[in-house]
């Protein structure tokens, strides 16, 4: 079966500027996880969606963070205006259900660099 | 909320020696817990869990787990290294709760010396 897909591989770009990384789950998943993963630390969850509607997105810094999950399939991750901080790689997961003992499929994340 | 610890970020070992990967997690509630694998240039992947029964937990590469609630552990292992288990290794937590995310620990980066 196919993977999560996540494009693209690296982004470098100068802060302020903006920002925008894809993810397209495995097929029939109905929860989408996006996470931030910093050097060093763990992968750190920046929102979850079920189907197309949002279940958690206590960590998501929304002043300049946004997503979306249009039908419920494919998601969009932005940033706007990124900081020096936001460097990280950026990580999306799919899951069948949602349910806590759930294995999560990783893609193989988005690397940001933002100078 | 649940939280969870690894203690190590880097462990050296040479090939065919044994290995221990620790992680503690505190939680006041009754917890699934899961161990991630990423290789070099790959995602992370799920290399086993523990959800209830039996405390020790296998995977097919030979790394086994134990929950151990006393001692709120749940630390990986495996008799023999080789070289293509270089990797970074991540413990997870999860509370028995649909409103509960999963907690990821900061990772422990396994180097494997022939």
């Known amino acids: 079966e196919a993977g999560v897909a996540q494009s693209p591989r690296y982004k470098i770009i100068e802060k302020r500027q903006s920002v925008a990384f894809w993810c397209n789950p495995i097929?029939?998943?109905?929860?989408l996880y996006w996470y931030q993963q910093i050097l060093g630390q763990g992968p750190k969850l920046l929102i979850q969606f079920q189907n197309n509607g949002v279940v958690d997105d206590s960590q998501l810094p929304k002043d300049r963070f946004s997503a979306e999950r249009l039908k419920g399939v494919d998601s969009t991750l932005k940033i706007q205006p990124a900081k020096l901080e936001d460097s990280a790689v950026y990580l999306c997961?799919?899951?069948?259900?949602?349910?806590?003992?759930?294995?999560?499929?990783f893609g193989s994340g988005t690397q940001l660099s933002v100078l | 909320a649940q939280s969870v610890t690894q203690l190590d970020s880097q462990v050296p070992v040479f090939e065919e020696a044994p290995v221990e990967l620790r992680c503690n997690y505190s939680?006041?509630?009754?917890?699934?817990l899961f161990w991630y694998v990423q290789y070099p240039n790959q995602g992370l992947q799920l290399l086993l869990k523990?959800?209830?029964?039996?405390?020790l937990v296998k995977s097919i590469n030979g790394f086994e787990a134990e929950f151990n609630k006393s001692q709120t552990s749940f630390h990986l292992r495996k008799p023999s290294v080789h070289i293509s288990d270089t990797a970074e290794y991540f413990c997870?937590?999860?509370?028995?709760?649909?409103?509960?995310?999963?907690?990821f620990g900061s990772g422990t980066r396994l180097s494997i010396r022939p």
């Open positions: 523990y959800l209830s029964g039996s405390t």
């Open positions: 997870a937590v999860s509370r028995y709760s649909s409103a509960s995310k999963i907690i």
């Open positions: 997961a799919s899951s069948q259900n949602g349910a806590t003992n759930e294995k999560l499929f």
């Open positions: 097929s029939g998943h109905a929860t």
């Open positions: 939680s006041s509630v009754s917890v699934y």
